[in-house]
């Protein structure tokens, strides 16, 4: 049975259902109790990010007093993984998401992390018209063309309502090939999964590296279901190939690590990359052993965030006793950002239509995660991209394969 997260950290003041929205075209909220729902996944292989998100939405919170002028602001969690798998479920998802908008004091609505979850919750928010907010979700088509009918479709009201705090698959994408360039890489073998994180779909990356002059000699799609995952067919299809690099694009850690792992076994020349969909410690002690494995991925360590980060992780550590990992910095400015959305409408400050206008095309000159700016259809700029390599079991940041300048 699913049911809300209790946040000891503020006052979630219960709501009638019949109080919130006035007539049926207003977009204001009549109470001044607003609530901010949050999905994410606090289950199986990502619950460590999903947790650490949601800590940093309660500081971000915390911080404020749960409170925004004379508006209170409560926080409502759900957790959108099946318990059989771990996993996110899109039916958990859009029942996250429907929970969401039949609450009419709900004025924002922050996640999902994972991209093919956002693409299930993003058309169900953005029919009622409520400002959505992804700390991690970046795959290209949910605010550009990637494919066939996208960004359109999951946009059903005809208006944005979406934003995101990383860069686009497509910038990832450009940072990748440019490291690939900038180390004498002409030609790589692709390995996807389907998902839609880490440019799992492969056809974008394949696409942005053979117009950055990296030619894909052979690109093979893996299972990402089975468990234990058998990666025999793929390892003999990228020993086959000509490539002296091979670069995994998915969501799936386990098989991610299955394949580098073998094929380091098997051809200890070639070189093997990873996108962010995989980009974690759970990667990084898989390969523990391996000093040939580079990854790349938004989620920068604390030492090239600015100062403001470093406060913030000195209070997350106060409050939760551990240390913030870099995914929790993206929850809390997604929750600091979305209260000063808030606060920026003043008087229509308990308006959804309001919220959204305040947030879409809006620059922050401070934050946890430097300064950024937010375009009119919800993409970030200013944010960088990390190339990290596998050390010891840990990421270690090399360089930055995308600047917030570029």
Request: hydrophobic share 40%.
């Amino acid at each position: 049975m699913r049911r809300p997260l209790a946040l000891a950290l503020m006052a979630l003041a219960p709501v009638a259902a019949g109080c919130g929205g006035g007539n049926a075209s207003s977009t204001r909220i009549t109470s001044d109790t607003l609530t901010i729902y949050t999905s994410l996944p606090l289950r199986g292989e990502r619950e460590a990010d999903g947790r650490a998100v949601l800590r940093g939405q309660k500081l971000a919170l915390q911080e404020a007093g749960g409170r925004v002028g004379s508006l209170d602001i409560g926080l409502v969690a759900l957790d959108n993984t099946r318990t059989s798998t771990g996993r996110w479920d899109p039916r958990q998802v859009a029942a996250n998401a429907r929970e969401a908008a039949e609450n009419p004091s709900t004025i924002a609505y922050i996640g999902d992390l994972d991209s093919g979850a956002s693409a299930v919750s993003v058309p169900i928010v953005n029919e009622i018209g409520v400002l959505q907010v992804s700390p991690l979700s970046g795959y290209t088509g949910l605010t550009q063309v990637a494919d066939k009918g996208e960004p359109a479709k999951y946009y059903p009201s005809a208006k944005r309502t979406f934003a995101r705090l990383v860069p686009t698959g497509a910038r990832e994408a450009l940072g990748l090939a440019d490291w690939l360039r900038d180390l004498g890489i002409s030609r790589v073998t692709l390995a996807h999964d389907g998902l839609q994180e880490g440019l799992g779909h492969g056809t974008e990356l394949e696409r942005v590296l053979r117009q950055a002059g990296v030619a894909v000699v052979r690109s093979i799609r893996v299972d990402p279901s089975e468990d234990p995952p058998d990666v025999a067919g793929a390892l003999r299809d990228v020993l086959r190939g000509p490539a002296v690099a091979l670069v995994y694009a998915g969501a799936s850690t386990s098989t991610a690590s299955a394949l580098l792992g073998a094929v380091a076994e098997r051809a200890p020349g070639k070189q093997l990359f990873a996108t962010s969909g995989v980009a974690g410690p759970r990667l990084a002690e898989g390969l523990a052993e391996l000093e040939t494995v580079r990854v790349v991925s938004p989620l920068l360590p604390l030492a090239e965030r600015p100062p403001a980060a470093r406060r913030m992780a000195a209070r997350y550590r106060e409050l939760f006793d551990t240390p913030p990992p870099p995914s929790a910095l993206y929850g809390y400015e997604a929750m600091r950002s979305v209260l000063d959305a808030i606060g920026r409408a003043g008087k229509d400050g308990n308006d959804r239509q309001a919220v959204i206008d305040s947030y879409l095309g809006s620059s922050v000159s401070r934050s946890v995660l430097g300064s950024y700016a937010i375009g009119e259809d919800g993409d970030i700029s200013g944010a960088a991209i990390g190339g990290f390599s596998v050390r010891s079991g840990r990421l270690r940041l090399e360089r930055l394969v995308a600047t917030p300048a570029d």
